[in-house]
């Protein structure tokens, strides 16, 4: 059996159209929408609504860490548009119409934290299902799938903004992941915190990894937990007892997918 996944594609459907060749199954763990390119400030759902210049400075507020002026900047941008809501559904409503049509291998799917789950119905089928705390048999193995992402301890989310990160509480994850019941394959967004594969070595700092999916590989011992998330982490893999975790890489830089075989 040969299973190819993909994570935080961020728009790159050239890629994505390819990415299926040679599989008998796709999994794709998330973060399908790019809504602000960091490389090339036109591109993204930002730089299509806002352009290049002022991507540019939101850009740069955030490679400085700038705090409270990245949340102000960006609630001036939307509040210079007469219905940002909608036009940003929109925008993501376009990318995926791409991006799932690009999907051509029989395909299991879960949402990262850039995405909007709630259109996802629009676009998946027979050929693409979406899972989210649910587990599913692919070549004889059970493959168990929990989305988005972590808040911060303490952070809450800003529902009153056009765009709302897909975003959970621990506890909230935690929930999701006792819905599995006992897998061969752990497919979530975030990696298990574990040191070494939350620590971004561009960034500078570590994302939130899950402790709940760190509880149940030890506990469950998959054969793999398949995460993406940190796109240019301390270490791409390691061992947490006999469960193999693997960050299967960043898509949109890569092009290329993880391959898994059994």
């Not at 090339?40 to 806002?50: A, E, R, T, W």
């Not at 299991?108 to 050929?127: I, R």
């Not at 988005?148 to 897909?166: E, F, I, K, M, Q």
Request: aromatic fraction near 8%.
């Amino acid at each position: 059996m040969r299973v190819h996944v993909v994570s935080d594609v961020h728009g790159n459907v050239e890629d994505l159209k390819r990415a299926g060749e040679g599989a008998d199954a796709l999994i794709v763990l998330g973060d399908l929408i790019d809504f602000v390119d960091y490389l090339d400030h036109d591109k993204g759902i930002l730089g299509s609504v806002f352009g290049r210049e002022k991507v540019g400075h939101f850009a740069w507020l955030r490679r400085n860490n700038r705090g409270s002026e990245i949340g102000a900047y960006l609630r001036s941008l939307w509040e210079s548009l007469s219905e940002p809501a909608t036009v940003v559904r929109q925008a993501v409503r376009e990318q995926y119409a791409e991006l799932f049509a690009a999907m051509t291998a029989p395909t299991y799917a879960t949402a990262g934290n850039v995405d909007d789950p709630t259109l996802w119905p629009e676009f998946t089928g027979d050929g693409v299902r979406a899972f989210d705390g649910e587990s599913v048999e692919i070549g004889g193995l059970r493959f168990g799938f929990a989305g988005g992402a972590l808040l911060p301890p303490g952070g809450t989310l800003r529902r009153d903004l056009p765009w709302v990160p897909n975003l959970r509480t621990e506890a909230e994850f935690d929930e999701v992941l006792d819905r599995l019941g006992p897998v061969d394959v752990l497919c979530t967004h975030v990696p298990p915190r574990v040191p070494e594969l939350v620590y971004d070595v561009v960034a500078r700092r570590p994302e939130h990894g899950s402790s709940g999916a760190l509880r149940r590989i030890r506990h469950d011992r998959p054969r793999w937990s398949l995460f993406g998330h940190v796109h240019q982490p301390l270490a791409a893999r390691t061992r947490v007892g006999p469960t193999e975790c693997v960050n299967v890489g960043h898509f949109k830089q890569r092009g290329q997918p993880y391959v898994l075989r059994w």
